[in-house]
């Protein structure tokens, strides 16, 4: 096929919301140029996402733009329920400090988050932001180049890419492209959505409140100093504003009150039969929808752009068998559902339904918040283990593999930073002490170096992690999440055969100080 090479591109991204900006940004800090095709021409306005958790400020912190988000972001006490006259019946606390190095739970206005990743996008000579612009075709994939073709104020155009994101949103005419269907998990409500300022004293716990009352559910949650959202389920009838939130200000309250948005929603639960052809791949609400109240919606999406951005990069960088991007959908999907899902289930629990059997759940609801130790389980983090796979080995010690591995603060060359900072943006193996020839060998042949978590400088935390998984070394993928796991007493990993021909690495030593920071490699070299 004769492509004009004026228009070929490495990646084209539908979508230039969160979801697509923070996948270009990662692409880009590993050297992959990409076209971002986006309708709007600035950042939508009004604010729609409002809470993520640790591990999502972890991937913005990949993506060159945590400390921007720590600037706009507050974080939060975590949730509460409450009964039909807002007495408490539990509270699932989150940690100021969590697993991956930040508060358990922040929140933030969407807006500004965008501006943010707008801003760090323009610093960035790999990405290529048309704003305006109307997407008319993706595909179809075939073994060469996809085709992208777009419309904009001159007319007609197309691209060549070597693989597309679809990042456009529930209606994506990238899922309709690839021949994807929603698979219904059958939930869906309509709920009523207020966005106010005020400087007025709202009463509130510095969390998100969830009223669980099946005659008018609720969820409440201060944004920053003046912003505060308040969601209800939709029922007969016409409520003003000042009725449904009177709950919250004072009788006597005639102060300033802007309402910034209220609009109607139907919450949905649903999850796109397929996530890729070829290399077209959909993420975010593209490829899942999910109600919000255990606030995961974004944070799937980003989970989404953290886990296929590596394995494109280095596919198209470095080589690589392509089964390594059918590990995105085999991966993500049956992690977003599980998200879903849960969802769904608290959704139903915490607003009580519209059947029946409402009052029983209800009560059985607060029953098990009477139980010691449930509330603190059910705060831990909400993101499952991923499942068994080529790039997620399940062994002897199942309580590491699939999960993250901590983020504290390290010292490298002198330097504090944060573990992930100092890793870089490539593959690592931490070791409980000096490693053996084979480690050593095979971090030469992912372009590492085997690191001892006692040459790191921090509070002990990865020390702690690894004895109590049994573990004397871990190898950690790109996005944090542990691949294989040496056991106590071992002396090599299991699986390596199963995953080296995927990434096309070897066991013989070809370090490559490309893949890995100059701090880190001077303060491991022997």
Same mark, same amino acid.
């Given at each position: 096929?004769?492509?004009?090479?004026?228009?070929?591109?490495?990646?084209?991204?539908?979508?230039?919301?969160?979801?697509?900006?923070?996948?270009?940004?990662?692409?880009?800090?590993?050297?992959?140029?990409?076209?971002?095709?986006?309708?709007?021409?600035?950042?939508?306005?009004?604010?729609?996402?409002?809470?993520?958790?640790?591990?999502?400020?972890?991937?913005?912190?990949?993506? /060159?733009?945590?400390?921007?988000?720590?600037?706009?972001?507050?974080?939060?006490?975590?949730?509460?329920?409450?009964?039909?006259?807002?007495?408490?019946?539990?509270?699932?606390?989150?940690?100021?400090?969590?697993?991956?190095?930040?508060?358990?739970?922040?929140?933030?206005?969407?807006?500004?988050?965008?501006?943010?990743?707008?801003?760090?996008?323009?610093?960035? #000579?790999?990405?290529?932001?048309?704003?305006?612009?109307?997407?008319?075709?993706?595909?179809?994939?075939?073994?060469?180049?996809?085709?992208?073709?777009?419309?904009?104020?001159?007319?007609?155009?197309?691209?060549?890419?070597?693989?597309?994101?679809?990042?456009?949103?529930?209606?994506?005419?990238?899922?309709?492209?690839?021949?994807?269907?929603?698979?219904?998990?059958?939930?869906?409500?309509?709920?009523?959505?207020?966005?106010?300022?005020?400087?007025?004293?709202?009463?509130?716990?510095?969390?998100?409140?969830?009223?669980?009352?099946?005659?008018? #559910?609720?969820?409440?949650?201060?944004?920053?100093?003046?912003?505060?959202?308040?969601?209800?389920?939709?029922?007969?009838?016409?409520?003003?504003?000042?009725?449904?939130?009177?709950?919250?200000?004072?009788?006597?309250?005639?102060?300033?009150?802007?309402?910034?948005?209220?609009?109607?929603?139907?919450?949905?639960?649903?999850?796109?039969?397929?996530?890729?052809?070829?290399?077209?791949?959909?993420?975010?609400?593209?490829?899942?929808?999910?109600?919000?109240?255990?606030?995961?919606?974004?944070?799937?999406?980003?989970?989404?752009?953290?886990?296929?951005?590596?394995?494109?990069?280095?596919?198209?960088?470095?080589?690589?068998?392509?089964?390594?991007?059918?590990?995105?959908?085999?991966?993500?999907?049956?992690?977003?559902?599980?998200?879903?899902?849960?969802?769904?289930?608290?959704?139903?629990?915490?607003?009580?339904?519209?059947?029946?059997?409402? &009052?029983?759940?209800?009560?059985?609801?607060?029953?098990?918040?009477?139980?010691?130790?449930?509330?603190?389980?059910? /705060?831990?983090?909400?993101?499952?283990?991923?499942?068994?796979?080529?790039?997620?080995?399940?062994?002897?010690?199942?309580?590491?593999?699939?999960?993250?591995?901590?983020?504290?603060?390290?010292?490298?060359?002198?330097?504090?930073?944060?573990?992930?900072?100092?890793?870089?943006?490539?593959?690592?193996?931490?070791?409980? &002490?000096?490693?053996?020839?084979?480690?050593?060998?095979?971090?030469?042949?992912?372009?590492?170096?085997?690191?001892?978590?006692?040459?790191?400088?921090?509070?002990?935390?990865?020390?702690?992690?690894?004895?109590?998984?049994?573990?004397?070394?871990?190898?950690?993928?790109?996005?944090?999440?542990?691949?294989?796991?040496?056991?106590?007493?071992?002396?090599?990993?299991?699986?390596?055969?199963?995953?080296?021909?995927?990434?096309?690495?070897?066991?013989?030593?070809?370090?490559?100080?490309?893949?890995?920071?100059? &701090?880190?490699?001077?303060?491991?070299?022997?």
């Amino acid at each position: 096929m004769n492509v004009d090479e004026a228009a070929r591109v490495p990646v084209v991204i539908v979508g230039a919301g969160p979801v697509g900006v923070t996948a270009a940004l990662l692409l880009a800090r590993r050297g992959v140029r990409s076209v971002v095709l986006e309708r709007h021409e600035d950042v939508y306005p009004l604010p729609r996402a409002v809470a993520n958790d640790d591990e999502i400020h972890r991937i913005l912190q990949a993506a /060159g733009v945590g400390e921007e988000f720590t600037a706009i972001s507050r974080p939060a006490n975590g949730l509460r329920l409450l009964d039909a006259r807002h007495r408490v019946m539990a509270e699932f606390r989150r940690s100021r400090q969590g697993h991956h190095g930040y508060p358990q739970s922040s929140m933030f206005d969407q807006p500004e988050l965008e501006r943010v990743l707008r801003d760090a996008l323009a610093q960035r #000579p790999e990405c290529d932001l048309r704003g305006g612009v109307e997407v008319t075709g993706v595909g179809p994939d075939t073994n060469g180049p996809v085709r992208v073709t777009y419309r904009d104020d001159h007319g007609e155009h197309e691209l060549w890419a070597d693989a597309v994101l679809g990042c456009d949103g529930a209606n994506s005419l990238t899922r309709e492209a690839i021949g994807g269907v929603w698979e219904d998990l059958h939930f869906e409500e309509k709920w009523t959505v207020i966005d106010a300022e005020t400087t007025g004293p709202v009463r509130c716990w510095e969390g998100v409140d969830q009223v669980c009352d099946p005659d008018r #559910p609720g969820t409440f949650m201060r944004v920053n100093d003046t912003r505060y959202r308040w969601e209800f389920r939709l029922r007969d009838g016409r409520e003003t504003v000042r009725e449904l939130i009177a709950p919250w200000l004072p009788t006597s309250y005639d102060g300033d009150f802007e309402v910034v948005r209220e609009t109607q929603y139907t919450f949905r639960a649903r999850v796109a039969d397929r996530w890729r052809s070829g290399r077209v791949f959909l993420l975010g609400d593209a490829a899942h929808l999910t109600p919000p109240f255990i606030g995961q919606g974004l944070c799937a999406g980003l989970r989404d752009a953290y886990n296929l951005t590596w394995k494109l990069a280095r596919l198209l960088q470095q080589g690589g068998d392509e089964r390594l991007l059918a590990t995105y959908e085999s991966e993500r999907k049956p992690h977003a559902r599980h998200v879903v899902r849960l969802a769904v289930a608290l959704g139903w629990a915490m607003t009580g339904g519209q059947d029946g059997a409402a &009052s029983i759940r209800r009560r059985a609801l607060a029953a098990a918040c009477r139980i010691p130790g449930l509330t603190e389980l059910a /705060g831990r983090d909400l993101s499952p283990p991923l499942t068994a796979g080529p790039l997620v080995r399940r062994g002897v010690r199942r309580g590491l593999v699939g999960t993250h591995c901590p983020q504290p603060w390290v010292s490298v060359a002198g330097q504090r930073t944060r573990l992930d900072d100092a890793l870089g943006d490539s593959f690592a193996v931490l070791t409980a &002490s000096e490693p053996g020839p084979a480690l050593t060998a095979l971090a030469h042949g992912l372009g590492v170096r085997a690191v001892p978590v006692t040459d790191l400088g921090d509070d002990g935390t990865l020390a702690a992690w690894l004895r109590a998984g049994r573990a004397d070394a871990v190898l950690v993928r790109p996005d944090r999440v542990v691949m294989d796991v040496v056991p106590s007493g071992g002396r090599d990993f299991t699986s390596t055969a199963a995953w080296a021909s995927l990434l096309h690495t070897t066991r013989s030593p070809v370090p490559s100080a490309r893949t890995a920071p100059k &701090s880190l490699l001077r303060s491991t070299t022997r």
